[in-house]
């Protein structure tokens, strides 16, 4: 089975751009999630879709990040204005669904650096 | 809130030898799920494995296996005949589903090199 696609791979934007990151998830995956990791650290959860509808987004900024599942399939993650503490990895990942015991499968991330 | 903590910044073992990954965690839940994830240079997250925390028995996957301790609240994973291809980051998560969303929280993480 495919994997989680993501694109792009690495980004290079200066600071007050803006940048927009897709995700693909894995076929029949109601459940999609878009994280961010900082260099040194682990994920951080900032999104997680349940088909089209937003299920939690308590630590997404919202002033500047957004994010949107049409059709219940793919996503796309926006930032506007990009800042500097926004470089970082951004991973998707995707489950069956939104069940504790459906294990995440993650995509290979978008490299984000600002400069 | 849910946290969890690697100790182990960096941990390195030779070609062929065991070695074990710390991971301590903080709830106040009953039911529960805890995973190991690999992260290679690739950046992928690999699942490794997983244990459900009502369950007694230790999960175990081939050459990895995890020492579960509930009510020490520790989650530590054992690698058997370590191999290069193990080198990577690894990555402690609890996961719990509340209203719906499923929050996955990740420790900081430990980097395990293999010396050939």
């Known amino acids: 089975e495919a994997g989680v696609a993501q694109s792009p791979r690495y980004k290079i934007i200066e600071k007050r751009q803006s940048v927009a990151f897709w995700c693909n998830p894995i076929s029949g995956h109601a459940t999609l999630y878009w994280y961010q990791q900082i260099l040194g650290q682990g994920p951080k959860l900032l999104i997680q879709f349940q088909n089209n509808g937003v299920v939690d987004d308590s630590q997404l900024p919202k002033d500047r990040f957004s994010a949107e599942r049409l059709k219940g399939v793919d996503s796309t993650l926006k930032i506007q204005p990009a800042k500097l503490e926004d470089s970082a990895v951004y991973l998707c990942a995707s489950s069956l669904r939104g069940n504790s015991n459906q294990p995440q499968h993650f995509g290979d991330g978008t490299r984000l650096s600002i400069l | 809130a849910q946290t969890v903590t690697q100790s182990q910044p960096e941990m390195s073992v030779q070609e062929a030898e065991t070695v074990t990954l710390s991971c301590t965690y903080d709830t106040s839940e009953s039911d529960y799920y805890l995973f190991w994830y690999k992260q290679p240079p690739s950046r992928q997250m690999i699942l490794v494995i997983r244990?459900?925390?009502?369950?007694?028995q230790n999960a175990t996957e081939n050459r990895f296996s995890v020492n579960f301790q509930k009510a020490a609240k520790s989650f530590s994973l054992k690698i058997s005949d370590s191999q290069l291809g193990d080198a990577a980051m690894y990555f402690c998560?609890?996961?719990?589903?509340?209203?719906?969303?499923?929050?996955?929280?990740f420790g900081q993480g430990t980097r395990l090199t293999i010396n050939p």
């Open positions: 244990q459900e925390a009502y369950k007694q």
């Open positions: 998560a609890y996961q719990k589903t509340t209203r719906g969303a499923q929050k996955l929280v």
